[in-house]
Each structure stands twice: as structure tokens, then as C-alpha cells.
């Protein structure tokens, strides 16, 4: 079984440019995460969202963090534009049913210049 | 607000000696709790987690974790550890309501010495 995919694996980019991450999560996984993980740190949740919709996004910076997950499927985290401070990991998981924990895919990696 | 503290930063241990990761929680409910390991430029990976039952929980590789309720503690142990269990590892805490937000610790650096 094919765990989460994420793409790019690493982008950098300057400061003011757009930036836009992929996630294919496992098959059949209903619900999908975007986590933030800045160096030394924990994952910090940015966005949850439960087939298409979006049931927690209380944590992402809205002014320039977008995200989309159509059809229930896959996602895309956008972020536009980008400053210095975003350089960080950007996580995806995935989960099916509750008690089952979160799988996470290899994550994105950030550098803005 | 559920929170995680690993107070230990960054632990060495010798190959083959034993391990223990502390982990305190802070949660006004049943909490699940886990445990992920990630390697040097890799995602987490889930070594064990507890839901109820049982408070001893047996994960992958060799490791096991024994929740204390009194305690507010999820402490991760492993008898003999190898080169490979080099990496960072994290404690998170999730509602026992199902996939909602976890939340995890700062993480705990592992430096395995030969």
C-alpha cells in the first residue's frame, strides 16, 4: 500500500514569490492534515480537513496560507506570498477512522530567501 | 489546552544499553497518546499509541510505552537499543473524541554511541 505523497520534496524560493505543496494521502483516507514544522520543533496542525471539507483551520494564517482538498482526495497548500518565516517542513497526514492514528508522508521542505 | 512536555532535549545512550523517553501530558479528559519517530529528513512514523485498556502498549522496533495516569506521563522504553534507533522522537496528545487535532511535544534528539 502506498503511504502519503507529498511534492516537491524541497523548494526554495524569494521572499514574495508564491509557493504551492501537493498531498496524495493513502487511499481511502478520509480525513487529511497539513501540519507545520518549523526547525526543532514538534508538527504544529494548520489545517484539518474531513473529505472535502475544512473542520479546523483555526491555526492557518489566512492572509497568505490557502488550502484546497477537491473531491476529497487530494490537497494542495498554497502559500502566497511567502516570507521569510515560512521556511519551515510542511507535513502531510492522513487517517482513516478514528483510533487509528496519523501517517504521515515525508513533508516539504521550505526555504525562503 | 492539551499540551506535551518532553523535557529532555537531546539523550546519548550507548548501543545495546537501555532506553527511556519521558513524556508529560496535560489534558482535562482521556487523552490518546502517541509516540512518532522520524529520521533525518523523513516524515513520522507511528511507533505505538494508547487509546485504553491495557496501559503497557507494545510498538514497533522493540519499543513499548506505559501510560501513568497519575502521573500525567507516557514514557517510551525500549531494553537494548540499536544504531538505527538514531532520530528524533515525539509524543503527541489527541481527544478521545477520534481525528482531531494532536498535539505534540518539542521531541526528544536520540544520539546512539558505539
Known amino acids: 500500500e502506498a503511504g502519503v505523497v507529498q511534492s516537491p520534496r524541497y523548494k526554495i524560493i524569494e521572499k514574495k514569490q508564491p509557493v504551492a505543496f501537493w498531498c496524495n494521502p493513502i487511499?481511502?483516507?478520509?480525513?487529511l492534515y497539513w501540519y507545520l514544522q518549523n526547525l526543532g520543533q514538534g508538527p504544529e496542525l494548520l489545517i484539518r480537513y474531513e473529505n472535502e471539507e475544512a473542520v479546523d483551520d483555526s491555526q492557518l494564517p489566512k492572509d497568505r496560507f490557502s488550502a484546497e482538498r477537491l473531491k476529497g482526495v487530494d490537497s494542495t497548500l498554497k502559500i502566497q506570498p511567502a516570507e521569510l518565516g515560512d521556511s519551515a517542513v510542511y507535513l502531510c497526514?492522513?487517517?482513516?477512522?478514528?483510533?487509528?492514528?496519523?501517517?504521515f508522508g515525508e513533508g516539504s521542505r521550505l526555504t525562503v530567501l | 489546552a492539551q499540551s506535551v512536555t518532553q523535557p529532555d532535549i537531546h539523550i546519548t545512550v550507548s548501543e545495546g544499553a537501555s532506553l527511556e523517553l519521558r513524556c508529560n501530558y496535560s489534558?482535562?479528559?482521556?487523552?490518546?497518546l502517541f509516540w512518532y519517530v522520524q529520521s533525518p529528513g523523513q516524515g513520522l512514523q507511528l511507533l505505538l499509541k494508547?487509546?485504553?485498556?491495557?496501559?503497557l502498549v507494545q510498538g514497533i522496533k522493540g519499543f513499548e510505552a506505559e501510560f501513568k495516569r497519575s502521573q500525567s506521563s507516557f514514557n517510551l522504553r525500549k531494553p537494548s537499543v540499536h544504531w538505527s534507533d538514531a532520530a528524533e522522537y515525539f509524543c503527541?496528545?489527541?481527544?478521545?473524541?477520534?481525528?482531531?487535532?494532536?498535539?505534540f511535544g518539542t521531541g526528544t534528539r536520540l544520539t546512539i554511541i558505539p
Open positions: 494508547y487509546f485504553s485498556g491495557d496501559t
Open positions: 487511499s481511502g483516507h478520509n480525513t
Open positions: 497526514a492522513s487517517s482513516l477512522v478514528r483510533d487509528s492514528g496519523l501517517f
Open positions: 503527541a496528545v489527541g481527544r478521545k473524541s477520534g481525528n482531531e487535532k494532536l498535539t
Open positions: 489534558y482535562g479528559a482521556t487523552p490518546y
